[in-house]
């Protein structure tokens, strides 16, 4: 009897291992990287737009899986993320920046420093980012930068999606002529 039930509970765990584990195993996967992606853009709206937007809604709208579309010859943990945001305007001016910039009219207010100086307290920055996030050695997910240059045309240039807006009055100021 005794031999019998421990057959049963063997066969039990062995059939509970390979059906259920792996869900929890996919599950656990979701939760570390809608979890890394929260942080990491988190870190990336704070780094892009220097502190002068306090995030009032983030959430992960997509989680799409590389691993089969790629052929890179190796087994790398690569997923795109698509968030969505929403941000405020707050006081802050950033201390790297002239003080003379947030003065209103100001002429060095152009450009990529639309929404720094451009906009009033309060302003609603919104839209979606897309993300490319890698899995690194101690197994936790980290954001692969778009851009191995220091330059850029706009704050969040390589991750916002722009989805058919004008760069002019979204990311930046003023209208440029002849477009």
Same mark, same amino acid.
Request: net charge neutral.
């Given at each position: 009897?005794?031999?019998?039930l ?9 059939l =509970?291992? %390979? ?5 929890? %195993? ?12 929260? !942080?990491?853009? !988190?870190?990336?709206? %704070? ?17 799409? /899986?590389?691993? /089969? !579309? ?12 698509? @968030? ?17 910039t ?5 002429? @060095?207010? !152009?450009? =990529? ?11 609603v ?10 899995? /690194? ?27 058919g ?15």
């Amino acid at each position: 009897m005794i031999c019998v039930l421990r057959h049963t509970a063997i066969v039990f765990l062995s059939l =509970w291992v %390979a059906c259920c584990a792996p869900a929890l %195993a996919d599950e656990d996967t979701d939760k570390n990287i809608t979890g890394s992606a929260l !942080r990491e853009t !988190r870190d990336i709206i %704070a780094r892009e737009l220097f502190g002068h937007y306090d995030l009032t809604n983030l959430a992960v709208l997509k989680i799409e /899986d590389l691993q /089969d !579309r790629l052929s890179l010859g190796h087994d790398y943990g690569l997923v795109k993320i698509t @968030m969505e945001f929403s941000a405020k305007r707050n006081t802050t001016k950033h201390p790297t920046l002239n003080p003379n910039t947030f003065e209103p009219g100001n002429a @060095m207010c !152009r450009s =990529w420093l639309y929404l720094h100086c451009g906009v009033p307290i309060g302003h609603v920055f919104q839209g979606k980012l897309e993300l490319l996030l890698a899995v /690194d050695r101690d197994g936790s997910w980290r954001a692969v930068s778009p851009h191995w240059r220091s330059r850029r045309p706009y704050p969040l240039h390589g991750y916002l999606l722009l989805e058919g807006r004008e760069e002019e009055g979204y990311v930046l100021f003023p209208k440029q002529q002849g477009r």
